[in-house]
């Protein structure tokens, strides 16, 4: 096994964010900036992981739990005085022992990308090795210097970077891996000569280039895996291309989006072949969503809930940790909370389960082939029975549960008569 551990720089306050909250807690979808470059890190088959901690070191260490080890970086001095913090942990003493660092701000960089910089590495006898891109627009990255034969000899910010070097469009993705020993000794020789008077990580390639140790870079031609995360305007942008790729891994498996431009989906949802989703949709965290499903325009399937194969969610109907069961049909204008719809069943128009007393979020079932009318209320905890049928604006009260093959009516609804098995138009 090679010996390789991972230190994630993520001690800035993120000013430009105007934020009590410190910069890589912010989320990327549903889980914080530093969550996904964990994840990556991890992915890329690095299980050994430090954090560099510094603003708000408590907030952070929290969201870390046992993923990683917090180290905390005293004073802001920059990204070199950052790593400098590691500088004594025992497994990194090792003659080979070689250090991936990345950024906290930098969530989109793919595991496959991290796993490719570390395989070059390797192949080469070098130092470092770098990611870098070309891009039309290098505005706010360190620009790469390389010599007229392609020989990366500086990193330049671009505070410190003359006319010429800031049209350069070869930029400084911000992920590193470099030989240990090396690394450390070199950082000692880092000055904060700089406008900002930091200790800056990327001025260790040109004080290696001076010892004769070599550099390289992997040019990453995907551009959209290089972006930091400065501001709330950088985290729009960097939502949108991961979206885009949620979205794309969707499609692919089989699911017709009809309009990505306004569906909004989880990077941790799963949804079966042939299911439709209409435009205006947003499906959250943890749903599970069944083949030949039919969802939205304007649904929202919220935290937790399941959708079952064939059923279909209408318009502006919200499923809040709730299950609809095999060819269920939600339609049209429903709050669904706490719910447990079986197979079949019919839910009317404007149906509500006021699943809140104020107090406590209670449960609701709802058994095979029930029919609820159009406008019901059903007040939780309640049980409506098998092939249970309500009137319209019927409103089922706590605990008054309804029997197997029973229609209710009014308010509050009571028994109106026995039926025998209802033939819902959903039942097949
Ligand atoms: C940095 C790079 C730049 C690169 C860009 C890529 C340096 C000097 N510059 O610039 O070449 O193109 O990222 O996105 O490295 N941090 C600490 N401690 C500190 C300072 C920073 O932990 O003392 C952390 C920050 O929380 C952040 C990361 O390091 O997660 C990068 O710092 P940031 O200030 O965002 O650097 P950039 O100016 O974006
Ligand atoms: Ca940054």
Known sequence: MKNINAVILAAGEGTRMNSKVPKILHKLGSTPMLGHVMENVQAAGIKNIFIITGYKSEMVEKYVGDTAKCIQQKELLGTADAVWQIRNE???????????????????IQAATIKGLIKKHYSESVT?????????????????????GGKVVK????????VYERAIEEINVGVYVFEVNKLFEAIKKIRPNNRKKEYYLTDVVQVLNKDNESVNAMEIQNHNEMLGVNSRFSLAQAYEIFRMRILDRIIASGVTVLDPKTTFIDEKVTIGKDSIIYPFTVIERDVVIGENCSIGPFARIRSKSKVANGAAIGNFVE??????????????????????????????????????????????????????????????????????????????????????????????????????KVKSKTDK
Do not use: C, W
Not at 91 to 106: P, Q, S
Not at 343 to 371: H, L, R
């Open 90 to 108: 025992a497994v990194l003493k090792g003659k080979d022992a070689r250090l991936l660092i990345i950024y906290g701000d930098t969530p989109l």
């Open 128 to 148: 470092g090795t770098l990611l870098s891109v070309n891009t039309k627009d290098p505005t706010g990255y360190g620009r790469i210097v390389r010599t007229d």
């Open 155 to 162: 990193i330049v910010e671009e505070h410190e970077a003359s």
């Open 319 to 420: 499923l809040n940790r709730s299950e609809a069961g095999e060819n269920s049909r939600i339609k049209h204008q429903s709050y669904i909370g706490d719910t447990k719809i079986g197979k079949s069943v019919n839910v009317g128009a404007g149906t509500i389960v006021a699943n809140y007393d104020g107090k406590n979020k209670n449960k609701t079932i709802i058994k095979d082939g029930a029919f609820i009318g159009s406008g019901t209320i059903l007040v939780a905890p309640v049980v409506m029975g098998k092939n249970a049928v309500t009137g319209a604006g019927a409103v089922v009260t706590k605990n008054k549960n309804i029997p197997d093959n029973t229609v209710v009516v009014g308010i509050p609804a009571r028994v109106l008569r026995k039926t025998i």
